[in-house]
């Protein structure tokens, strides 16, 4: 089941995070949430290897008990969201729960997050097809007065772990039924089978993408 967590950062497409996590030597998310992982000989909550990387990278400009982690929308069946959050704080909701906004989520971005920002979005390539469409979503950007490190977001997250090091699927499910063509991923192949051969995609998914 999924989760609600309320959070302050920065939306970014996942087409960029991961761009600039693999340029980092580190496994992207592919569109899936980030796998969370034990570390060894450690006694403390898990971390997956993306957010480590964003705390480690943090904790260098300053800010010590950074609390970064990427977060991304939950999604109906085998559909991805096409963006995801960098959050510097956040809090989950099970149920129900009561919020102190100054003190459980402070609207002052810590040490290096907005230079985090930046250099995160400077991977967006231009001229990418679709991309420039993704960067002027709303909550891209904030609104008058706002910081746009320091937004405030309610997701609906799910708690799933995805172990394995890319989202596993057999090759025979990643080739065009109608043709010779050969996909990286499921979600693409039935893009395609949408748009090049009319094949509806009824019940594909009930979610909108992003609000």
Known sequence: ??????LRGFKVPIAVLDRFLKSNGVEETWGFPPSLLPIPG??????????????AKLAAAGDTNSLA????PHRQGQARSTHAYVAYTYVMVFGQRKINLAADLP?????GFA??????????????????ALLQVAGM?????????SLLFVVLTDEREFPLARPFMRESDLHCDHCAAVFEDWINLQYHRRDT???EMTGFTFLPNDL
Do not use: C, W, Y
């Open 115 to 132: 230079e985090l920002r930046r250099e995160i979005l400077g991977f967006a390539e231009e001229g990418e097809p679709g991309e420039e």
């Open 69 to 72: 982690r990427i977060f991304v």
């Open 1 to 6: 089941m999924g989760l609600t967590t309320i």
């Open 42 to 55: 450690s006694n403390g909550s898990p971390m997956d290897p993306q957010s480590a990387f964003l705390r």
């Open 141 to 149: 950007q904030g609104g008058e007065g706002e910081d746009p490190a």
């Open 197 to 199: 051969h009319g094949v």
């Open 107 to 111: 609207d002052r971005a810590p040490p």
